[in-house]
């Protein structure tokens, strides 16, 4: 039997990869990814918790996650794709219209 | 029986006699300034009822044999326990004052008609509806129950008289001689406020009588104060009554045209001053040293202004001079213990004083000049003019029968039989004061009146609306003073403070006075009856440097303006220093501060979504690890119950 110690290191490294991706990557697709990384650590926590305490509630909120995640993927590249249209580049460094 | 019920009403409604006259003004205001004819009706039917119930109240008064006073009062309003209340005294002072206010207001009123008839239609109602505010705030101001009454009203006075002085406001120098009595007068005002409210504060009433009855434990408990409350209210005085050394607004108040003159130098304004101190007395006599002050204020302004008198050639200038002196001998009286002698003046002084101002508004009117060198001969075109003249002259000069003689013998016995240290000063001024007003008096009758015609000769004695005034004035002002006739005492038992007085005993001072007054005017005759002009000059140059020290008012005008320019512009400079640097750059530096820190934060805002996220990344991280760090040393969990 695997510790859920285990799990939840797993789970941190998944999370600080997706921070690290999203933080440093120019390329906003990169950037989606890195999100899809920070979501999936969330749901190994989720279903990690749900096995040790013997309850299925957080399986199921974890393919409610994966939905949502989907969807999110969807209006991401969706934005994505617009932003390419207007600005011929999904390089997030250059979309720095909003500042002073 | 029924004269006694009217006088009994008359008391009761009281309030009605102030409020004639502002609705005069009201009226007049409101009709747009527009109708010759209804201007004077209105304020003169008003001045005139408001003397019927004037008489009725001084009828009232009579009958009552010196009985309590009446007072009527309103609330007002209250502040925590200090309440303030709307309301009217009327003791023996107050009614003597408003029958001779209303009277004198009156008859000036009806001389205007004379006066004024050269005056645009719009100009004349105005000038109605100013002598109707003037009047009743004065009138008001006689009956005020409270300081705080009293304080309005005597701003009120200031303010009519500002809008009077200045009534031909076209010409510069009569708007800067309603300037300067305005802000002149002010000085004064502001002792006199800070004088209330002190009094106000420690008494816990502004009322009269209460602030009486309560003036022995303040005295008891804070001892010295009320000198100080006492030279403060005298601040007042100071100012509107022309005493040295605010006495430089009045001689220049001689802008307006003559009757406001009259008005405010015999009835109104100047007389407000002596009638607050004759009010208030009860807290000057607290206070000997205040009175002692009053004392030498008073003789000291009745000598400087009659100096300066004896110099002037322009016939209002000299009645202004005298009039000073005049105050002067007022608050002299008042100042020895003299509180009937002070009120007795006050009255004749009135009388004469209008009829004095009158006459010369009538020369005036007639030769249109100011001048005296211009006149001469006056008298023979203008024999009710110059009649009446005389009757002033011999009444301010002290002559028997004449009313000044009795009031001023009066003074003269109460600084006569003064004996506090240092009343030689009080008495030699006084005396020689006596010499003085004689001297110049008639030094203008002769120059005015008698002679060879100097200047225009086409003129004719004023109409009856200007010389009916004139010969009632004159009536008053020659037989007033035998309410004063030693062996009656009618005005003494009228108006005393405290006990009745004592009576002079010598008739030293009367002599004396009358020697003074007769030396006076054969020194003016033997100068002035040939040749005024020549011998004018010739004085002049014997004595040049005399001359120039008194033709320039003692420099007393000269030492005020040194003042304002050096030591209130000095402060103000030094205020509108802190003002500018200190008081604004404070909040000048908290602007300036907040854009220099948003023109630096700005940059923050770098548009860069993934800055952001590390900012948030490393505020989360910090809040976590600063969580756990806190509740290790600090545990404060204990808080939340846990």
Redesign the interface.
């Known amino acids: 039997m695997i510790g859920i110690e285990y799990y939840l290191i797993l789970s941190l490294l998944l999370l600080l990869i997706g921070v690290y991706g999203a933080i440093t990557l120019r390329h906003a697709i990169g950037i989606l990814m890195s999100i899809e990384l920070i979501f999936n650590a969330a749901n190994i926590n989720l279903i990690v918790f749900s096995q040790y305490m013997q309850s299925m509630l957080g399986q199921v909120f974890a393919l409610f996650v994966i939905a949502i995640a989907a969807a999110e993927a969807a209006v991401g590249l969706a934005i994505i794709i617009m932003v390419y249209r207007n600005f011929h580049s999904v390089s997030v460094d250059e979309i720095d219209l909003l500042k002073w | 029986m029924n004269l006694e019920f009217f006088a009994q009403k008359c008391i009761n409604y009281v309030f009605i006699i102030p409020l004639l006259p502002f609705l005069a003004f009201l009226l007049i205001v409101a009709s747009g300034l527009k109708f010759r004819k209804l201007a004077p009706a209105l304020s003169i039917s008003a001045m005139f009822l408001a003397f019927i119930m004037a008489c009725g109240v001084l009828y009232g008064r009579i009958l009552s044999h010196n009985g309590p006073a009446n007072e009527i009062s309103f609330p007002w309003f209250s502040i925590g326990n200090f309440q303030l209340e709307i309301g009217f005294l009327v003791d023996n002072l107050t009614a003597m004052m408003v029958t001779m206010v209303s009277l004198i207001g009156g008859l000036i009123q009806i001389y205007s008609l004379g006066y004024m008839e050269h005056e645009k239609d719009a100009g004349f109602a105005r000038f109605y509806a100013y002598m109707s505010l003037f009047s009743a705030s004065m009138l008001g101001l006689v009956m005020a129950n409270n300081f705080v009454e009293i304080y309005m009203f005597w701003e009120l006075v200031g303010l009519c008289s500002y809008f009077l002085i200045g009534f031909w406001y076209n010409k510069k120098s009569a708007s800067d001689a309603a300037k300067k009595a305005f802000v002149v007068t002010r000085f004064g005002d502001l002792g006199f406020l800070i004088g209330i409210i002190m009094l106000a504060t420690l008494a816990g009433t502004a009322n009269f009588l209460q602030v009486a009855g309560i003036l022995p434990s303040i005295n008891m408990v804070h001892g010295g104060i009320i000198a100080v409350i006492a030279v403060l209210l005298f601040m007042g005085a100071v100012g509107k009554s022309a005493q040295f050394p605010l006495q430089i607004w009045l001689p220049d108040a001689m802008e307006g045209p003559t009757p406001v003159s009259a008005l405010i130098h015999a009835a109104t304004m100047v007389a407000a001053g002596v009638f607050m101190v004759s009010r208030l007395y009860n807290i000057f006599s607290f206070a000997p040293s205040s009175l002692m002050l009053v004392a030498y204020i008073g003789a000291f302004t009745a000598f400087l202004a009659a100096t300066i008198a004896l110099v002037q050639n322009d016939i209002k200038s000299v009645l202004a001079y005298s009039t000073i002196s005049q105050l002067g001998y007022m608050m002299l009286a008042l100042g020895v213990g003299g509180y009937t002698a002070g009120n007795f003046h006050l009255l004749t002084h009135a009388f004469f004083k209008a009829l004095l101002f009158l006459c010369a508004g009538s020369v005036i009117h007639a030769l249109h000049t100011n001048d005296m060198r211009e006149m001469g001969g006056v008298g023979k075109k203008m024999p009710i003019t110059g009649i009446t003249y005389l009757i002033g002259c011999l009444a301010i000069a002290g002559i028997p029968p004449f009313s000044g003689f009795f009031s001023k013998d009066e003074i003269l016995s109460a600084v006569y039989n003064f004996s506090q240290p240092g009343a030689a000063f009080l008495k030699i001024t006084g005396f020689l004061v006596v010499l003085m007003t004689a001297f110049y008096m008639f030094r203008s009758y002769i120059m005015t009146f008698c002679g060879q015609p100097r200047g225009k000769t086409e003129y004719k004695e004023s109409k009856l609306n200007m010389t009916i005034p004139l010969t009632i004035l004159a009536f008053f002002a020659a037989f007033i003073g035998f309410l004063g006739l030693p062996s009656m005492n009618l005005f003494r038992d009228f108006i005393h403070y405290g006990g009745v007085e004592t009576v002079a005993e010598s008739h030293l001072p009367m002599y004396l006075s009358l020697i003074l007054a007769v030396l006076g005017i054969l020194t003016a005759v033997a100068l002035y009856n040939k040749k005024p002009v020549e011998n004018e000059s010739l004085l002049r140059s014997k004595f040049p440097l005399l001359y120039k020290f008194l033709e320039n008012k003692w420099y007393m005008d000269d030492f005020w303006s040194l003042m304002v320019k050096y030591f209130l512009f000095g402060i103000a400079k030094v205020m509108s220093f802190i003002d500018t640097y200190i008081i604004d750059g404070i909040v000048r530096g908290i602007g300036a501060l907040t854009y220099y820190l948003g023109v630096q934060l700005?940059?923050e805002?770098?548009?860069?979504?993934?800055q952001y996220?590390?900012i948030i990344?490393i505020f989360i991280a910090t809040v976590l690890v600063g969580w756990q760090v806190a509740f290790k040393f600090f545990p404060l969990n204990i808080l939340f119950g846990g």
Request: hydrophobic residues 35%.
């Open positions: 700005r940059y805002q770098s548009g860069k979504a993934q996220m590390v990344m």
